[in-house]
């Protein structure tokens, strides 16, 4: 352990904090490692901390910035699977939400009050015992506080825009230490900036958001043989045009090949959020044929078993597109590239690759903006788009950095070459699903970077979380 790092421990134990403090080699802390999604950022801090209560994180990062040159990365759930993605950090400390994943249900003011530890499967268990429901995350290990920050696609985007959009407050410890409360009437600057504004600001530590009533929703999947893939982008296409009117469904069309398969498979996830059976909306794809899994559910019983499978190391890029056809297709035709580039490194065809499609409307942003507008910088946009995210998953590093990410880039560059021909790429990169190599706030607009530039000067005009916390996309990076 570096001298810094032994002088953070000490400063760490000093304030109180030595029960919740692990060092490399003690059981917990190798539990906690081990607890990463993916094993792409299971890296090697010098300790990792998990505060219980607000004034805890306050001690912390008191402690952690008086700590002469020490750095820090901050944990919600650990879903994004890149190194440097700010969840984890070799040679620094973690602060590990792990013990603050808390969901409370305030009926007076209808809100819901999220810890940023909670995992999405939780948080909807726990909502609607109450009868309610939040627009968060699709997948049930997803953590709330980099999820919300992140800007967050929902089930509900049509009905309400974005998940920071449905963020009432939130409490947030500064790099001073000191605590504060961000809404639309206390400290506003700060209050939009953090809707999809990462990593840049401070540590939030609840988020208030605004719930709904909850409804049993008719859910599932279609399995459909490669075969008919111009059938599912004419559905596609069709659901996508109709979408703005039908706000009640949602959709996700996946391209997936599994480990030892020689084929991939199409399966399109259907989600009709009132529970209506068989609406007009999914017609077209309930009509090709292939194997039909639907019912009856809740969102909290979808997300308690809707949790992909890791445990590998990962890598995924995401792409924005206007809505097309031909698009589509040449982004089809490149992940079957990629899948043979894939099989001839490893012969075995030990990997996954899940390329997702889902749509972004244009519409979205007249939700975001009735709710005090956010980062996205979506308003700009006048068509419909897709957003375009392949994940891919390996045995070990070395095939990740060597072979995986390289045809992975290709194919990217490909799709995103085509679709500037057509002139119909948008430049909007979905920060959730970026990798390091990508600069999600760029492309958030000159207005909404100067806002953000201006409220990191203000709120945190030491640097903490430009220079001290330095995993992540910072505001004062974008180029």
């Known amino acids: 352990m570096s001298s810094i790092a032994q002088s953070a421990v000490l400063k760490l134990k000093e304030v109180g904090l030595g029960d919740i403090l692990y060092t490399p080699g003690q059981d917990a802390y190798e539990a906690r490692e081990a607890s990463y ?4 950022p299971q890296l090697k801090p010098s300790a990792i901390v998990q505060p219980r209560t607000t004034e805890e994180v306050s001690r912390i990062v008191r402690a952690l910035v008086g700590t002469a040159g020490c750095k820090f990365a901050i944990r919600s759930g650990g879903h994004m699977s890149w190194i440097g993605a700010g969840n984890n950090i070799d040679d620094g400390v973690t602060i590990d939400f792990g013990l603050m994943a808390k969901t409370t249900y305030d009926p007076e003011t209808g809100l ?21 429901m939040v627009a968060g995350g699709r997948e049930g290990m997803v953590g709330v506080g980099g999820f919300l920050t992140g800007g967050g696609l929902t089930f509900y985007n049509c009905r309400y825009g974005w998940a920071c959009d449905q963020v009432e407050n939130y409490e947030v ?3 001073d230490g000191s605590i504060v409360e961000a809404n639309s009437t206390t400290n506003p600057d700060l209050f939009r900036v953090l809707k999809g504004g990462h990593n840049n600001f401070g540590v939030v530590t609840r988020f208030d958001m605004r719930t709904f009533k909850a409804t049993d929703i008719w859910d599932g999947n279609v399995i459909i043989s490669p075969a008919a893939t111009d059938q599912v982008i004419e559905a596609y296409i069709d659901f996508s045009n109709s979408i703005a009117k039908n706000a009640d469904s949602h959709i996700l069309a996946m391209w997936t090949f599994v480990p030892y398969a020689e084929e991939h498979f199409i399966n399109v996830i259907l989600t009709n959020v009132d529970g209506v059976e068989n609406p007009a909306s999914f017609q077209k794809f309930l009509a090709i044929p292939g194997q039909q899994n639907m019912r009856m559910t809740t969102v909290a019983k979808k997300i308690k078993e809707f949790i992909l499978p890791s445990g590998k190391y990962d890598s995924w890029l995401t792409l924005t597109f206007k809505l097309d056809s031909r698009v589509i297709h040449r982004t089809v035709d490149a992940f079957k590239v990629l899948l043979e580039e894939m099989k001839k490194v490893i012969p075995d065809n030990n990997f996954t690759v899940n390329m997702v ?9 007249e939700h975001s903006e009735a709710r005090g507008g956010n980062m996205l910088g979506l308003n700009r946009i006048s068509e419909d788009c897709v957003v375009l995210v392949v994940g891919l998953e390996v045995e070990t590093l070395e095939l990740l950095k060597k072979v995986s990410e390289s045809s992975l880039k290709r194919m990217f560059d490909e799709v995103e070459s085509y679709a500037k021909s057509l002139d119909k790429n948008v430049d909007f990169l979905y920060l959730n699903y970026c990798d390091g190599s990508q600069d999600p706030l760029r492309n958030y607009g000159e207005e ?5 530039k201006e409220a990191s000067a203000k709120y945190d005009p030491t640097k903490v979380f430009q220079e001290r916390v330095p995993g992540g996309f910072k505001v004062f990076k974008v180029k």
Do not use: C, F
């Open 37 to 40: 999604w993916s094993l792409t």
């Open 448 to 452: 909404n970077i100067k806002r953000m």
């Open 173 to 175: 410890v500064l790099g």
């Open 357 to 365: 499609l889902q749509p972004l409307i244009a519409s979205w942003a």
């Open 112 to 132: 819901a009050l999220l810890q940023p530890g909670g995992r999405w499967r939780d948080v909807y268990a726990d909502v609607e015992k109450h009868g309610v």
